[in-house]
């Protein structure tokens, strides 16, 4: 551990778990490192929890980080109710319960796009930030830190914190050391650009700067981490993830710019999996990864030299990708860049690299708004995540859902969304199983019939065809035809019948 | 005349308006100068729309501009239904009813964000442009155009089109040479970082590049300019700016980003005048402005010292300001600079300089989702115009409504929004002659009371207070609570019996 941690002047402050956990009291706010199950500190929330579990305090904290976070903090804490406010984005389930009405005391849940919420911070949007605990590799001589699998708003969140908690992790390969590139940029007026113009391309440092005055406690752990599980690709993954390679494939041959030309944002789960060994099949080449997390697709494709560079804030794979990569490790430095989550998700940077986003809709509606956060407008499921930040810059935004969900009983295209996350003026391609809908250059009234007829399930098409129809007409014709009393109508037939198909269907 | 076309190569394509409108034929996608009823071409399409309303030619095409036009295009044409699709941005009541379905033939309008129009036709998004007509000032020797008191997409359009036809206008000033500074970054994965790092900075050209071959007509003429009418602002208004300024006072107090700190965006119209006369009057300093347009009231600030500088893509002021623009124009060299809205509405360019952007909303909902462009979700007004580039990228996000409209008859704050252009992860502050709701860091339902008391008309304040409690039963306390058959209950209310307002109030 001694070459681990080798800035001298911190020796002193080497604790307990337990030590350190008391540095939060309770009505603080706190931030923590990594984005998604990765990067987060454990061995400190959970000894935290433990002594609220036990009786022996009583903690209830403001909560930041970069996204969601392992399971020892959101998850471990909303069980025991430690969470009064948390910002940016969850996929906990038990938090998730909490922030929609489980919690006793209420916790105050600020659903935000992840590439502002260092810079919100700063401007000083959530208040003083009392203790930063960040999980790291290793200690510079100089008392900076690199971070483990996952950078997310460290950077930002160790210059603004009174205190700052390192848990140095035995379990995360030193050899991280050189794949971070951390740029925390001046605020306004001092701002300057942002001088990244390649995926390659490193702009900063390759340690979060902090010093060894700041540094209030060093906590050395082996907690082992807890993955995302792959879901393997079923039929309607890999029918999604075959539409959305024939959208590219066609842009290609238009001319325009496609995958291989500029960078692809490629989501989390199975149909971006499917969507990446897609790509390979179809003899895409030189492709460049510019995303949130870069997770076992992306690496496979590193793998086969079928991409050459991948971009992200996250390493967030599964145990299997996670083994594969600590072992091969050396083979992708220089190939893997981890980035703040400012930078990841930066409209700057986004909009200057032209990247292709690929996002998941909740729902959409016919004229291609998107809900990607909330069921029936009211209970929230993660939230907005990173979507809208690629949604609004990207060169062409993309979103994908599966056309039907709950067995047929819901249509993933219904008249009018409950929650827009995405508006119809940031869509340019929606993709189901059944189809894609182009709706570049198109007004309301088109991308409502090539949504409905590429889009949607074949049982839900009559009734959207009906609806849309009735509507232009009493509407005469409008921007946007809607019927205000019907718009709900699909969800209202869920909630009364168990079905959105009409009875006479 | 001679010493406005200097490059002799053009000289023999002179030619009268009525002859350069012949070039542009059936089916083709004319692109125009110009940004709002400013810097757009009017010789041109008046003679055409003559030999269309004449009889002698039947003429329908694609138009694209840099937002709203002068009544020479859009207005002009639409009542001879001769535009077949519309990007990005109306106002024109003809126009406005044609696409809300009065045209015969139908116009799609495609109502987007003016940052984004010129990076999509590059894209190749609407097609290739046949004709570009362009307003100008001048014609250098080169054969490049020095536009007149706007500039909009039109470098993009210039250097996309086939054919090029220039007006050179004499109503407009010879000094507004030198006033445009014209920039048009590389498409990816060429792109290279946007160099503007100050309101005042010269980053490109005081032409729009174009060479004498592109040039296939140039039309004399000396038609006057239809300036938007500048309404006083009543009392309403009155208190929307003073509660606005309030809240800047209050920023400012609490060391946080505020007016004379970072530029201002402001929007058009009396609320926006009465701001910065009420910023004069606070006793704001070194104000400066990054906007899409310049106003009277900029004008007023720029002369009284109160501001340093303006950038803006268009000069949109009334008739008197325009005569003392002109009478006074030297004065205002080197204090306002006419840039590509690329750039004037531009993700990197807004989010580095930590825009503060005021915007208009038609609606807002208690959750600060806004509706800026659709009556009841369908029918449009003008469009989303600019308010989101800056909205996604301001460091500060205000909206402002009148809390009531219709003689108290419709409440702008309502349970749900029946067209979202602006999310709630957009909106920092909503703005009311009632007062302002900080929503920064706030929860949905946090925001909803603060919308509800601080915002809301108090007439509709015990209803608004109704639906939410009910909503928050219904839903046990989850994320955003809604009752989506009542969502839109106010406006079923109006339409059935002419008020928003419940019997019982």
Redesign the interface.
Known sequence: MAERIRCKAVLDRVMTADQAAMLIEDGMTVAVSGFTPSGNPKAVPLALAEQVRSGQRKVRVNLLSGASTGPEIDNTWAELDMIA?R?PYITSTALRKA???ASEQ????????LGMTA??AR?????PIDVAVVEAVAITEEGNIIPSTAVGCTQTYVALAKKVIVEVNSIQPEGLEGFHDIYMPA???H?????L??VDQRIGKPYITCGADKIAAVVECSLSVNPRPLAPADAVSQAIADNIVAFLKAEKA????SAG??PLQSGVGSVANAVLMGLEKAGFEHLTFFSEVIQDGVIRLLDAGCADMASATSLSMSHEGMMHFKENLESYRGRIVLRDSEISNG??TI????VIAMNTAVEADIYG?INSS?M?????YNG?GGS?DYA??A??TIFMTASSAKGGKISSIVP?V??????E??V?VLVTEQGYADL????P??RAALIIENCAHPDFRPQLRRYFGR?CEA????????I??E??SF??RFRETGTMLEPNE
């Open positions: 406010r910002v922030v929609n009405g209420g916790v105050a849940y600020l659903d935000q796009h810079q919100n401007y000083g949007f959530y208040g605020d306004p007026p701002r300057e650009p942002i001088p113009t390649r238009a001319g325009r710019l030309d500029v409209a700057e909009r200057r690299l032209g708004n909330q029936n407008g009211t209970t929230i907005i809208g609004r810059n060169s062409v009018m409950t929650h827009v996350d995405h508006t003026h940031d340019d570049r250059g198109k007004s009234k088109e509507a509407s005469h014709g409008a921007q946007t035809p809607h205000l009393d718009a709900f969800h209202k």
